[in-house]
């Protein structure tokens, strides 16, 4: 363990999910702030649906399904399966029968006016993590995807309708995050950013994971004034995403889908940045963008490997 140390993680959903559960093994979790995507939001079925807050939460709450990565494991699907056989409108998103008791818990709570921050607290409460679990803000921010189809029809797409419903199958012109010019980060947000020894930004998608937390105004600004202890993981692997639709993303947005694009992704904001054994050539060409880089095992397909990477990931830019 290493002691005494504040960190603040920025996160998405899977990839940060994996990566977090090494991070509370690496430093004490009370020690621990992460603060979560809220872009990928969506209403299902009238229900309010938080997929990268519950995904870390049910991976830091060790509820997780490490095969399909979201949701939690013994999940059954019975009443999405229910929902179709109504024609619902919305079957086409799974929601499990016991991740669908978080959304019935947020919703009507969200409703009346309790924050998405206070909800999240009083989730992460009934799983027992001891990290601080943060949305990035309380105000609406949802992630939007200008698309051209098959017949090179634009589309305006919700990001579950884009990656979910239509499989990642459009041509992507834009991203956009509707609603952040306004967004306020949420309680507590900036203040993890400015007070913690070393900040981490989760091997998760630059483009809409990390990306819709740095549109909040403030938190970009915050995050850079604190480079020095900085450190990313890249959540590229020899050309492509572990998981998720990052290839398809960062050609959109200019990046190459490299461990070096995503690298870039991130300008101005890196003091060090840590890349697969695979990637290891191109080391040189992240330390000529004035990076420290190290270079390791960042496939987490055990807890140890994840907390063998965030201790890597930590002591890149720590002291
Ligand atoms: N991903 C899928 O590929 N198919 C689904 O039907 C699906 C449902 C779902 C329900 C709740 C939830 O929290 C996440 C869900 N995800 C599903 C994952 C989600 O679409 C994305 O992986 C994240 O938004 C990106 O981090």
């Not at 999910?17 to 872009?39: H, S, W």
């Not at 013994?74 to 229910?82: I, L, M, N």
């Not at 619902?88 to 919703?107: E, I, K, Q, V, Y």
């Not at 203040?191 to 819709?212: F, H, K, W, Y």
Request: charged fraction near 25%.
């Amino acid at each position: 363990m290493m002691d005494a140390v504040k960190v603040t993680a920025l996160a998405g959903g899977i990839g940060a999910g994996k990566f977090l559960r090494g991070l509370v093994r690496a430093v004490p979790p009370e020690d621990v702030t992460v603060v979560i995507n809220t872009g990928d939001d969506v209403r299902m079925h009238g229900l309010h649906v938080s997929p990268d807050l519950d995904s870390v939460t049910y991976w830091l709450g060790d509820v997780f399904d490490r095969e399909r990565g979201w949701g939690r494991r013994e999940e059954t699907f019975r009443a999405t399966g229910e929902l179709r056989g109504f024609g619902a409108p919305d079957a086409w998103f799974n929601l499990g029968d016991l991740d669908l008791a978080t959304h019935l818990f947020r919703s009507p709570l969200l409703a009346a006016g309790v924050p998405l921050s206070e909800i999240t607290r009083r989730v992460a409460e009934r799983f027992g993590i001891l990290a601080l679990l943060l949305p990035m803000t309380d105000d609406a921010v949802t992630t939007r995807i200008d698309a051209l189809d098959a017949n090179g029809s634009p589309l305006d797409l919700h990001f579950q309708e884009y990656w979910v419903r239509r499989r990642a199958g459009d041509g992507v012109k834009a991203v956009r995050f509707e609603g952040a010019g306004t967004a306020r980060p949420a309680p507590g947000v900036l203040e993890a950013i400015g007070q913690a020894d070393l900040l981490v930004l989760c091997p998760s998608n630059p483009v809409v994971s990390i990306g819709p937390i740095l549109a909040v105004p403030g938190v970009r600004e915050a995050v850079a004034s604190r480079r020095e202890a900085v450190v990313g993981v890249s959540p590229i692997v020899g050309g492509a995403p572990l998981a998720g639709m990052a290839d398809r993303l960062m050609p959109a947005v200019g990046l190459e889908v490299t461990a070096l694009g995503a690298a870039r992704a991130y300008d101005g904001l890196l003091a060090g940045w840590v890349i697969d054994d695979r990637d290891r050539d191109l080391a040189p060409r992240i330390r000529d963008l004035g990076l420290r880089v190290a270079v390791t095992d960042t496939v987490m397909t055990a807890d140890v490997v994840a907390e063998a990477l965030a201790r890597t990931a930590l002591e890149l830019v720590a002291g």
